[in-house]
């Protein structure tokens, strides 16, 4: 029986026969490297959590889940897009439809399994192309998906030494501009929404910065 066929066997989505039950569907829905890619996001998401007080289960079913549609090719996304009736940007869905697997996969696995707590839906959502205001499970699981063992763009390393020693803003910040300067030297498209993402939370890092300081110079 399929994952989106189950949502009446859906009894706790946090519980290991729940997740047991997602790993075998996702053995089915993924390849071989893109389904070792999940179990490496689910494990980072949960060393990250416990690193920072975040609910480890919701990070590692995150995690787990967030490429429950990275199957798809082009044309099945944006099937995917209007079989669930998603506003999405016009421009991403026509050049860039890759970038939608979160939030098809985040609206298929709401309907199919409506016991997935709404965080963790989120999260999903927002793995691929980040948000501004992004809560702490949705920057764990944001910065697991960059950060998996599997990974080995250069510079990843840095970045990862980075992990509970810096505020989790500041290592989601540094690792969404690693993504975005490798996107640069790729000569790949940028997600429209990247450059107010940049500056929301550049502008906080410079607040906290400051706060900082100010704090230092009255002690």
Known sequence: ????????????????????????????????????????????????????????????????????????????????VEELGLAVDPYVFEEMPWLLHGPTAAAALARAFPCLP????????????????????????????ALEPGRDYAGLDEIRALAGRVPLEEL???????????LVERRKRIHPQSIEIWNYYLARSHDAADERKGRKGTA
Do not use: P
């Open 118 to 145: 709404r965080d963790v839906v989120q999260a999903i959502a927002r793995h691929t192309a980040g948000a501004v205001g992004m809560t702490d499970l949705d920057m764990v699981v944001y910065v697991a998906d």
């Open 1 to 80: 029986m399929s994952g989106e066929d189950e949502a009446g066997c859906c009894a706790d989505a946090l519980s290991d026969a729940f997740l047991e039950a997602r790993e075998r569907d996702l053995r089915e829905r993924l390849g071989r490297r893109r389904y070792e890619h999940t179990l490496g996001v689910a494990g980072t998401a949960a060393r990250l959590a416990r690193a920072y007080g975040v609910d480890e289960c919701k990070a590692r079913l995150a995690g787990l889940l967030h490429d429950w549609d990275k199957g798809y090719d082009d044309a099945g996304i944006r099937a995917r």
């Open 172 to 182: 989601y910040l540094a690792t969404f501009r690693h993504v975005f300067l490798n």
